[in-house]
């Protein structure tokens, strides 16, 4: 062998052996990617998990990031005393194969735990359970078993939806569906009020949040009972983040948090009205635009849209409006409230928001500064409705019995003990119909969450009007003018 045909055979030999080596440390590399620990996050400071856009998941709103599984991971961090990164997908096929690929350390979106899914991942405690709902468009005919269906399902892919379907197709040998992976729950509800498909099957929760939106959505029957919704987490590695998850749950179902987080998006939605969701909405379009700069004057650190809330369910926007206690007007000022605002005229538009925000604001600011928001929030209404000193009866009654009187999920749950006598004859202020701030505080937080969606929806059609007519009139400008056309008249 001459030297030259040695030293060409010891160079092929290195690169062999340092490409082996490479794919080594690659194979460790995505090894340790595969399979997230405890150790691994806290070495690092953060946690990265992934979820879906959506209302009930993560959205970024009027004030920066939010959503219920967004809030729980974010508490989820703080427990662990790491930063969160968020990594939202389009899609729940895109959701899967980041967790398999090791992008994400685990899923907090709204995941229901089924057969199929359990195979493939570990899931922590459940912190909810939901039930799937076959929906169509109001005015169809209601289908009201799988027999009925007779026109196009479509459903989200990779959803618990096709899992269940698939099941059922043992059963029902005409069951028939498509499944699109670029259209998550709303997109599909959207579909089916274009008339574009018939059917399709929404988890409970996300459809209790869009039919305040959508209320021609109508439900056929249940097609799925409930199940367990839960996080989901890699089976690779050690089960140290399983293991974590359980503590965290168990802390969060303890010490009421999980129970306020859930009345924050969901309490106030269990309950729906066709009806007066139509009317809100059509009042929305009709009446508010008469009186919206005048909520955006007087409103001060509060948002327009909860004040132009409170007034609808004052008043429905009705200027002379009157109740048999004697209240009037826009806000449903009493005589002796409008006399301390200032107010001349309670049948005046603009005295009356005036008069309503003013005080408004004062019932806010006579919470205590420990009360979280938006539980803040939520006792300045109910302030508003049955007066300062009857909610600080149920609040004391929630401490007395062991609840957190700071925070409006629990309080509710007291103040229609203020009707009962053995109670009532404890408090300072005595009996009063507590059930009623009750409904009045869930209504106009309804009405509050419709009006920002639309307010928000109006937004962002007028900035894409703006941006199509910024590039129509880029388009009719001279190709050779770099500067703006001037008149030498």
């Not at 249940?222 to 998850?245: N, Q, V």
């Not at 859930?262 to 009806?275: A, L, P, S, T």
């Not at 301390?340 to 604001?361: C, V």
């Not at 049955?386 to 009187?405: E, F, S, W, Y």
Request: charged letters at 25%; proline letters at 3%.
């Amino acid at each position: 062998m001459n030297r030259n045909h040695f030293y060409m055979l010891k160079n092929k030999l290195v690169i062999i052996l340092c490409t082996f080596l490479c794919l080594a440390l690659l194979q460790a590399c995505n090894t340790q990617q595969k399979s997230p620990s405890l150790s691994r996050i806290l070495e690092r400071g953060y946690i990265t998990v992934g979820t879906v856009y959506g209302p009930t998941s993560f959205y970024v709103g009027s004030e920066g990031e939010t959503g219920f599984e967004y809030e729980l991971a974010k508490k989820y961090a703080d427990y662990l005393g790491v930063d969160l990164k968020i990594m939202a997908s389009y899609s729940l096929d895109e959701l899967f194969s980041r967790l398999e690929k090791g992008e994400v350390d685990f899923l907090a979106a709204g995941l229901t735990i089924t057969e199929n899914r359990s195979k493939k991942y570990n899931f922590a405690p459940s912190y909810n359970n939901i039930s799937q709902k076959l929906v169509f468009k109001q005015g169809k005919i209601r289908p009201r078993n799988i027999n009925d269906l007779t026109g196009t399902l479509m459903v989200t892919a990779e959803s618990s939806h096709v899992e269940n379907l698939v099941n059922l197709s043992a059963s029902y040998a005409e069951l028939s569906w498509q499944e699109n992976a670029e259209l998550d729950s709303e997109e599909l509800l959207l579909k089916i009020l274009d008339e574009e498909i018939d059917y399709t099957i929404i988890d409970s929760h996300t459809l209790a949040v869009n039919r305040r939106y959508y209320p021609e959505i109508s439900i056929g029957f249940t097609i799925k009972k409930s199940e367990p919704m839960a996080w989901a987490a890699s089976k690779e590695g050690d089960d140290s983040i399983i293991a974590s998850l359980i503590e965290f749950f168990g802390q969060v179902h303890h010490n009421g948090t999980l129970l306020a987080l859930d009345d924050k998006y969901y309490g106030h939605v269990e309950e729906f009205n066709y009806v007066d969701t139509r009317q809100f909405i059509k009042a929305v379009e009709k009446k508010l635009p008469k009186y919206r700069s005048i909520f955006e004057k007087y409103s001060q650190d509060v948002d327009w849209r909860l004040l132009a809330a409170i007034s609808y369910q004052e008043s429905h926007w009705e200027p002379h409006a009157r109740s048999h206690t004697g209240v009037r007007g826009m806000m449903m000022l009493t005589l002796p409230t409008a006399k301390q605002m200032g107010i001349k005229s309670r049948l005046d538009a603009e005295q009356s928001i005036r008069g309503g925000a003013k005080y408004f604001k004062q019932m806010f600011e006579r919470m205590p500064d420990r009360v979280p928001h938006p539980d803040r929030l939520w006792f300045a209404l109910a302030s508003y409705n049955v007066g300062l000193g009857h909610l600080n009866d149920a609040r004391k009654i929630t401490k007395q019995q062991g609840g957190d009187p700071d925070r409006w999920v629990e309080v509710k749950d007291r103040l229609p003990l203020l009707k009962q006598k053995k109670y009532y004859k404890q408090t300072k202020y005595g009996y009063a119909r507590g059930d009623e701030p009750i409904n009045y505080v869930d209504n106009i937080r309804r009405y509050y969450d419709t009006l920002t969606w639309m307010d928000n929806k109006q937004q962002e059609e007028q900035k894409a009007l703006e941006v199509l007519e910024q590039q129509q009139l880029k388009k009719a400008l001279p190709v050779n003018e770099s500067e703006p056309i001037v008149s030498t008249d």
